[in-house]
């Protein structure tokens, strides 16, 4: 599973506690995280992966000032162009979520979205994290390109938009179990009974 968001965030950001909250329950799960692979949102997922003994990925990005790999990382790549991470950001998931960030992360957003209403990509789980942040973004969409008829109610339709990261992860594991086939075995999914309740980590 993907997670995108803002390389600013620090660790005392409420966004930076909610995006380990989901790389913790996406491990959980028995998903991969991965994600840009530097600081900010993406480290905090990559944190909460790996915290619960999950596995966490990151796609690097070279920079005029450069971008370090976070600490929390099972193995990354480094890619010098942007285009090329978002392919194998896009190309190896299942859902992706999307928390607050920049032009990056909005590029990141519409990419996927585009990818989805298009075909390109089956119909995976897209989810926003933050409603405040995504607030005037999604009255935009809603309003002024429904309205203007650019885009369907549909595609619209597709964004969740949530501040739970139980809630996030949910709809990620029934749209992984009910529309793509997902199954486990036994013990994983005994695990994550478990520590969904807080009687195992």
């Given amino acids: 599973m993907t997670v995108f968001g803002s390389a600013r965030f620090k660790e005392d950001h409420p966004y930076y506690a909610l995006a380990r909250d989901v790389g913790a329950r996406l491990a959980r799960g028995g998903f991969t995280v991965m994600t840009g692979g530097g600081p900010g949102i993406m480290e905090a997922a990559n944190r909460g992966a790996k915290e619960v003994g999950g596995r966490s990925i990151g796609c690097n990005i070279e920079l005029p000032l450069e971008q ?6 099972d193995r990354f790549i480094t890619f010098r162009h942007f285009f090329v991470r978002k392919v194998m950001l896009v190309k190896y998931s299942y859902a992706f979520v999307v928390l607050p960030g920049g032009f990056g992360t909005l590029d990141e957003l519409f990419e996927t979205a585009t990818l989805i209403q298009t075909g390109k990509i089956r119909d995976f789980p897209l989810v926003l994290m933050g409603t405040t942040y995504w ?5 935009f969409i809603e309003g002024t390109l429904i309205g203007a008829a650019t885009i369907d109610a549909a595609d619209a339709a597709r964004l969740t938009v949530t501040d739970s990261a139980a809630q996030a992860v949910d709809a ?19 695990r994550w009974f478990l520590a969904e309740r807080g009687l195992h980590r």
């Fill in 68 to 73: 370090q790999p976070n600490a929390y990382l």
């Fill in 172 to 190: 990620i594991l029934d749209a992984a179990m009910r529309r793509f086939g997902l199954t486990y075995h036994e013990p994983v999914r005994r």
């Fill in 135 to 139: 607030r005037p973004l999604m009255d």
